[in-house]
């Protein structure tokens, strides 16, 4: 099963795609601290850096594939965050149209987006319809990281689509029961092996008598954290998509 990335940050979504069981055969990512993460974890990808630069044209050429199963993508919430003006559609940074267009042209069998919880008053309708009208069945799910053992809220909006073409058996109730599923992937390290924890929460800041010294690229780190998703919190959709998808096998 194969997974495109959108919008890729550091990783966070491809890990939790990978964790079920997808391969990641391309990313996009326009920042630079961000793409020498991938770079390093993800080193024979192909990567975009402009997310208007990927077309069905230039995937094929890179990827030799014509389509994929799942493409993924936090598109910028910087238009939705509480902490911007929350200008949504008229931002510049607004690009679910751009994620969409791809969606049109390599037609995968799953759409996962993401997004912060600001994109409900904003957004929400408008993206559902427009993925709705390519051809794809939405629902939409809110995820917190502390539900998987982070010591933060971390709320996220997760867009899944399905698309209409597949078989009956993909299109059945494919309710995800976030909450047992959540809490069931606390561990999970993508070798069906158990770790004592995944959080281990040791003081990095010394507040308030003053900060970490000396760490490099503090800067560019908190940002691309504050910016990620916990895998945690989407390993459950992906696992979902992966079962639904391997039940369809069955049924063919």
Wanted: with cysteine.
């Amino acid at each position: 099963m194969t997974h495109l990335s959108l919008f890729s940050g550091i990783g966070g979504l491809d890990l939790a795609a990978e964790w079920a069981g997808f391969t990641t055969i391309g990313q996009c990512e326009f920042a630079d601290y961000p793409t020498k993460v991938l770079e390093k974890h993800w080193p024979d990808v192909p990567r975009w850096r402009d997310i208007r630069t990927l077309t069905k044209e230039s995937f094929y050429e890179r990827t030799g594939l014509r389509t994929v199963d799942v493409i993924s993508g936090g598109f910028p919430c910087q238009p939705f965050s509480v902490a911007g003006k929350q200008k949504g559609k008229e931002d510049d940074r607004y690009l679910w149209p751009e994620m969409l267009r791809i969606i049109r042209e390599l037609a995968p069998r799953w759409v996962v987006g993401e997004n912060v919880p600001g994109l409900v008053g904003t957004a929400l309708d408008e993206i559902l319809d427009s993925i709705e009208c390519a051809g794809y069945t939405a629902r939409t799910y809110a995820f917190k990281a502390n539900a998987v053992g982070a010591p933060f809220s971390g709320e996220r909006i997760a867009i899944l689509a399905a698309s209409n073409n597949r078989c009956p058996a993909m299109r059945r109730d494919w309710k995800l029961q976030a909450d047992g599923e959540a809490s069931g992937c606390r561990y999970h390290n993508g070798g069906g092996a158990e770790e004592p924890g995944l959080w281990r929460r040791w003081d990095v800041e010394s507040r308030p008598y003053g900060v970490a010294h000396g760490v490099p690229h503090r800067v560019d780190r908190l940002r691309c954290l504050g910016n990620a998703v916990v895998p945690q919190q989407f390993y459950p959709i992906f696992r979902a998509i992966a079962e639904i998808e391997k039940g369809a096998s069955d049924y063919d």
